[in-house]
Every structure is written in C-alpha cells, then in structure tokens.
C-alpha cells in the first residue's frame, strides 16, 4: 500500500496505529447518537488527531429535516465570522477526495491548506479539514479523514434506518388492528398491543408458550389446520372470516383474518407468517342492529299495509253501500214522478172527459147532420158541397179527440228520459194547455211570451212538461180565490250560458211558514195535494242541471224561475 510505505517513521506509524484504533471506537459510541451528535463527535475527534485548525461536517437530515452543519475550530472564533468560514468551507466539501487547496485564511493570517473528504449521501455531506500547517495533510491525515468520513455514513445511515423502523414499529403497535408474526410451525414471534388486549394476552412469555392454532375458536382449529394454513403455505395468503378465542373471557371473537407468508427476500423462501386482523364486533353489531331495523320495518310496513287494506275494504263497502242508497233513491224518485203524474192525470180525467166531450158531442152533430140530409136518398146535387164540409168538420173533431188521447198517453207513459234538443215554446204552449184543461179555476188569463233567443232547450220533453204542469197548475190553484186571474210565463236568455222560464202568477201569494219548506215533500197546504209537486220540479230541474228558485211578485202573487243551461251549437 503507498500510504504505507510513506509511514517510515515508527513514531507516526504509532500515531496512526493510536488514532486508527481511537477512530474504531467511535461507531459503538454514536449506537444511539443522531446525525448531528455523530456529525459533532467526528469533529472532535479529527481536530485532536489531525491536528487541524478546522473541521467542519455537513451530513444530510432524515427526510425532512434540515441538513445538520457543525464547525470545530483549533481557536475560539465569534459567531459572526463562523457563518462566513462555513460558507468558504461548504464550497471546498464539494472537491474531489483527493484534491488539496489553499485558501486565505478565513481564522487569522497566512494560509490554510483545506482537504474533504464526501460522504456517501451526495451534495454538500462531507467532512472538511484545514490547517495553516504547510505540510498538512499528511498522507495520515488524509487516511484518518476518509476514514472517519466512512464511519460517520454508516453510522448516520443506520441511524436514519433505525429511525424508520422506530417509526414503523410504533404504527404497527398503535394500531387497533390485530397485526402478529410467527415461525413457520406457529410459534408466535410478535404480537401488538391490540392483539394482546383483543386476546386478553397478559404477556410475553404466556405467547411464546402458544401456538397460534391455541388463538382460534375450538371448532375452528381443523378448518385453519387443514385447509387455510396449507393455502397461506402454497399462494402466500388466506383472507376470510375467522373466529378467535379470548383467553380470559372465552368470547368467541369474529375476525377478518389477512393470513400471509413472509418470505426472504434474497433466497425466496419462506421465512415466517403474519397476519393483519380485524374485529369484527363492532361491523356485525351494526349489521345485526341495521336487520332488525329492516325487519321491524318491514313488520310496520305490512301492518300499516293492512290497516290500509281493511280500510280501503270498508271504504269499498260504504261506496257500495251509498250506490245502493242512490239507486234506491233514483228508483224512488222515479216512482214519486210517476205517482205524480198519474196522480195529475187522474186529476186530469174529468177535466179531459169535459175536454173529449166537445169534439166528441161536435162530431155526433155532424154525423147526424149528415145523416139528416140523406134520410131520403142521395143529396140533390147543391147540397153535395155542404155535405162534404159537414163530413170534414167531423173528422177535425175525431182528429182533435185523438190528439188529446196520444198527449194524454204520452203524459203517463213512464221511461222516457231521453234527453234532446226541444222547442222551448211548444213545449210550454202544450203544457199550458193541459194545465189548462185541469180542474183549477175558469177565467184565468193566460198571458206566454218567448223570447226568440231562447227557443231551444235540451231536455226530456215529458220531464220539463211536467215542471211546467205543476208550475202552471200551482198558479191556477193559487189563483181560485183572486179576483184578478192572470198567469204570464216568460222565456228569456239570461246570457251565453243560460236561459230562464219564469212562471208569474196574481194568487195568494205564499206564507213565510211555507217559503221555508217550499221544496221539501209532503208540505202542502191543500186539502187534496201530497205536496210532492214542488220537490218533483227541483228534482226535475236539477237533473237537467238548471235551478228552480221561488220568489215573490210585486203587487201580489208567487214568481217560480227556472233557469236551464244554453244547449251546445249544433
Ligand atoms: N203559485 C203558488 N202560489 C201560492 N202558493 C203556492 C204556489 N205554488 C205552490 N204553493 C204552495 O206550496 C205548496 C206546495 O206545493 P206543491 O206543488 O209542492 O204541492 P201541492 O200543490 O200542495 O200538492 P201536489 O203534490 O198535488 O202538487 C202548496 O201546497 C202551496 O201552499
Ligand atoms: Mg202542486
């Protein structure tokens, strides 16, 4: 070795012997020194054996700590200059190992000769020394510096990977999973707190004396000896579901259980097992509570569900039982319009008798007269002529008579609720004359006048023939005791929507106790009425979706107003 061969000199051969052994020492004392502390023990050490008048150390922190920069001089130097001489120093930590350079010197006068030696981290780590010394450095010096430069990487770079681990170390034992190691044959190595507390473990040595198999629930132990430990051993990991034991308590635990095989990384054989567990209390609880939440749900759900059922079954019921109701109520409302008017047209038959009489008693007489002028053969030729007109005068009396039949039978024929559009005049002109010819009081002078924008209707003739009958007869009935017997019905349109039958009349007039009951059945004030004409004609009136209103006329007398809707154009 050159530098060897340079060391002639027994003397610094012992030197060098001495501070070899010194720098050899040094690595056992920085064991648990940080970067900065072993960056500052090397200093030290150089300075003495180097006999230099500066070291100065920069050694990198551990990943984001600041580089740690450390200056020993010979002499006491005022920290004002030392940032400056650190500065000149730092540029010189750069150089090549080998290389020597002379600088002014930053410490006093003359010269100082710098060498530096690197450390293996890069950038400015490294260790300078100077002196002003002309023969410095030495090829001692030079072998001390780089050796000491060596120590301190390693020592700083297990320092740093002792921190690592320290750092590992404590996540793994701080965390709330179960996290173990074992030997291949199942003898644990290392258990974490958590495991030790989800086991109720009380120490190490009551672990080494167990096998991981003892961890597991009873009934579990043949399923992870002969299927999961085997599976762990051929693909390197088992994930699942997997009961362990506590030991005080005897709780059988469930777990997520990552079971893996660790293996050497140079060699690639498998070296131990370990594991990464979690309890599973806590997620089953949840799981178990979020169930029973489902189902009492669903219970509520099915319950209120057939609350609903029943309640929509007795609704159904009562919906039926109302069109029951109704369809009673519509066939007694058809039976109450025919009672009435057969009982119109019974009270009708006398008055028609009297009616049928004339044309029937006009007919006999011409039938007769004719007879007459042929009681002795055929006519002489001049009173051919008067013959014939005799002869037709008693087919317009047959005509009539039977017109008043048809009206008569079409009047008490029931069925007829067909609805179309009618000839509002007529209709009342006809019901008019029936009314007419009814048993009510002689004289009455009857007064109609339409309106022409109010001539069509749509409605069930026989129907509103019959609202105005009883209209029209009530008028003449309340008119038996006036002196002054005037009955008027007007038609009007109201306006686009509606037109107005009004019935006017000069009788009696009607008392308030009445007014209150007026459309109600069965209120009558007349000895032979059922009082069911009134409450007929707003039935009436209203199934025609119009109105039947009452009030009274000025001067005297009753004003009954129905009011029907416009029909659609056609
Ligand atoms: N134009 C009127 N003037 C005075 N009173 C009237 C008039 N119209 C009806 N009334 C009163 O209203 C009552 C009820 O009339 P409604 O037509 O309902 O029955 P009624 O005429 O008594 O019997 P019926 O069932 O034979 O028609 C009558 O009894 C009468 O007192
Ligand atoms: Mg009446």
Same mark, same amino acid.
């Given at each position: ?33 940080? *970067? ?37 001089? *010979? ?52 260790? +300078?020394?100077? *002196? ?93 000896? $002969? ?159 008067? +013959? ?25 024929? $029931? ?146 107003? +129905? ?8």
């Amino acid at each position: 070795m050159p530098w060897v061969d340079k060391l002639s000199e027994p003397q610094e051969l012992r030197r060098c012997i001495r501070d070899l052994v010194a720098l050899s020492t040094l690595p056992a004392i920085w064991k648990d020194y940080n *970067s900065r502390q072993i960056a500052d023990s090397a200093a030290a050490a150089l300075l003495s054996m180097l006999n230099a008048d500066v070291i100065y150390v920069t050694v990198p922190g551990l990943r984001d700590e600041p580089v740690a920069d450390v200056m020993r001089t *010979s002499q006491a130097v005022s920290i004002g200059s030392s940032g400056h001489i650190e500065r000149i120093l730092r540029g010189a930590s750069r150089g090549r190992r080998d290389q020597i350079s002379a600088i002014d010197n930053p410490l006093g006068k003359g010269t100082l000769r710098i060498v530096a030696a690197p450390m293996g981290f890069g950038g400015d780590a490294g260790i +300078v020394a100077g *002196s002003v010394n002309p023969q410095f450095p030495s090829e001692t010096d030079r072998l001390l510096l780089g050796i000491a430069a060596n120590h301190a990487t390693l020592a700083i770079q297990r320092w740093h990977a002792e921190a690592e681990q320290r750092r590992l170390a404590t996540v793994i034992e701080r965390s709330s999973e179960f996290i173990g190691i074992a030997d291949l044959d199942g003898t644990p190595q290392y258990l974490n707190k958590a495991a030790f507390d989800l086991l109720g473990l009380s120490g190490t040595e009551e672990v080494q004396r167990l096998n991981i198999f003892d961890f597991m629930a009873p009934d579990e132990r043949t399923r992870a000896h $002969r299927e999961l430990l085997p599976m762990v051993m051929r693909t390197g990991r088992w994930l699942g579901e997997l009961n362990l034991c506590h030991f005080k308590t005897g709780e059988i635990i469930p777990f997520l259980v990552d079971w893996f095989r660790i293996d050497d990384s140079r060699t690639g054989r498998p070296t131990n097992m370990a594991t990464v567990s979690r309890d599973l209390r806590h997620q089953k609880k949840l799981e178990a509570d979020l169930r029973r939440l489902n189902e009492s749900l669903e219970q509520r759900v099915a319950e209120r569900t057939s609350e609903l059922a029943e309640a929509l079954e007795r609704l159904t019921l009562e919906a039926e039982e109302r069109l029951c109701a109704d369809v009673r109520a519509q066939q007694l409302q058809a039976e109450l319009h025919h009672a009435s008017r057969l009982s119109a047209a019974g009270q009708m038959a006398g008055a028609l008798a009297h009616e049928l009489n004339q044309p029937l008693t006009a007919f006999t007489n011409s039938i007769n007269a004719v007879h007459r002028m042929m009681a002795n053969g055929p006519p002489a030729p001049h009173r051919v002529a008067t +013959v014939r007109d005799v002869l037709g005068e008693a087919a317009d009396q047959a005509l009539r008579a039977g017109e008043i039949i048809r009206r008569l039978r079409e009047f008490v024929t $029931r069925g007829e609720t067909e609805m179309r559009i009618e000839n509002l005049p007529d209709l009342i002109r006809e019901a008019s004359h029936l009314a007419s010819a009814g048993t009510g009081p002689h004289g009455v002078q009857v007064r109609l006048s339409f309106d022409p924008r109010a001539e069509a209707v749509f409605a069930n003739r026989i129907q509103l023939q019959q609202v105005m009958l009883n209209l029209i007869r009530n008028a003449h009935e309340a008119m038996a005791q006036s002196e002054w017997r005037e009955l008027e019905v007007v038609t009007a349109r109201l306006d686009d929507k509606s037109i107005e039958i009004a019935v006017a009349d000069r009788g009696s007039g009607l008392p308030d106790n009445i007014v209150e009951h007026l459309f109600e059945p069965f209120h009558t004030t007349k000895v032979d009425g059922m009082g069911l004409g009134l409450s007929i004609c707003r039935s009436i009136v209203e199934a025609h979706r119009g109105k039947l209103g009452y009030e009274p006329n000025c001067g005297g007398g009753a004003i009954f107003r +129905v009011t029907l809707p416009v029909p659609p154009e056609r």
